[in-house]
T-cell receptor, first 114, second 112 residues
Framework: NAGVTQTPKFRVLKTGQSMTLLCAQD?????MYWYRQDPGMGLRLIHY???????AKGEVPDGYNVSRLKKQNFLLGLESAAPSQTSVYFC?????????????FGPGTRLTVL | GQQVMQIPQYQHVQEGEDFTTYCNSS?????IQWYKQRPGGHPVFLIQ?????EVKKQKRLTFQFGEAKKNSSLHITATQTTDVGTYFC????????????FGKGTLLTVNP
């Protein structure tokens, strides 16, 4: 099992460019999450999904969109990147809801927006 | 919304000293989870606490969940250099809440 994988590992964008971050999990998990991590801010939830075809907003959703067309994949899109979106992005997945189950994190994507 | 505060933000210890990080929630939690993130790595699950007053141990690590289920602590006895990293608590209020709210973490550095 590869667990949770993220593509790409690093990316540099110019302001206004768009990109998609891909998260894939091979554990047949229902729940998937996108977080961003900034120095001193901990992990903040951007969007999450409780199953294939569903998405919901987290704590900091502005400027991001997501899609969960397949159960194993969760895509995070930036339509018009801004320097404030420079961050490390982590995808996570879990079999069940957070009240009962642990989250498994991917290795992260380090994004710099110039 | 739910807030989870974690202190201290940083802790530097000599190898062999003990270490404790504290977590406080603004609301009653259904459960609390602890994660460790090594420098340059990703968060890795350590443990979950569910019951009021629960205490769990993993070798030198002791985790506690408060009686009111609003606070928690992680204590490491006799730290080692392998303990270096950021420790996060994360709480969930249960029910239809599908989100974990993470504390900002405590960065532990250990001087050999």
């Amino acid at each position: 099992n590869a667990g949770v994988t993220q593509t790409p590992k690093f990316r540099v964008l110019k302001t206004g460019q768009s990109m998609t971050l891909l998260c894939a999990q091979d554990m047949n998990h229902e729940y998937m999450y996108w977080y961003r991590q900034d120095p001193g801010m901990g992990l903040r939830l951007i969007h999450y999904s409780v199953g294939e075809g569903t998405t919901a907003k987290g704590e900091v959703p502005d400027g991001y969109n997501v899609s969960r067309l397949k159960k194993q994949n969760f895509l995070l899109g930036l339509e018009s990147a801004a320097p404030s979106q420079t961050s490390v992005y982590f995808c996570a997945s879990s079999y069940s809801r957070p009240s009962t189950d642990t989250q498994y994190f991917g290795p992260g994507t380090r994004l710099t927006v110039l | 919304g739910q807030q989870v505060m974690q202190i201290p933000q940083y802790q530097h210890v000599q190898e062999g000293e003990d270490f404790t990080t504290y977590c406080n929630s603004s609301t009653t939690l259904s459960n609390i989870q602890w994660y460790k993130q090594r420098p340059g790595g990703h968060p890795v699950f350590l443990i979950q606490l569910v019951k009021s007053g629960e205490v769990k141990k993993q070798k030198r690590l002791t985790f506690q969940f408060g009686e009111a289920k609003k606070n928690s602590s992680l204590h490491i006895t006799a730290t080692q250099t392998t303990d270096v990293g950021t420790y996060f608590c994360a709480g969930n209020s249960g029910g239809s809440n599908y989100k974990l709210t993470f504390g900002k973490g405590t960065l532990l550095t250990v001087n050999p």
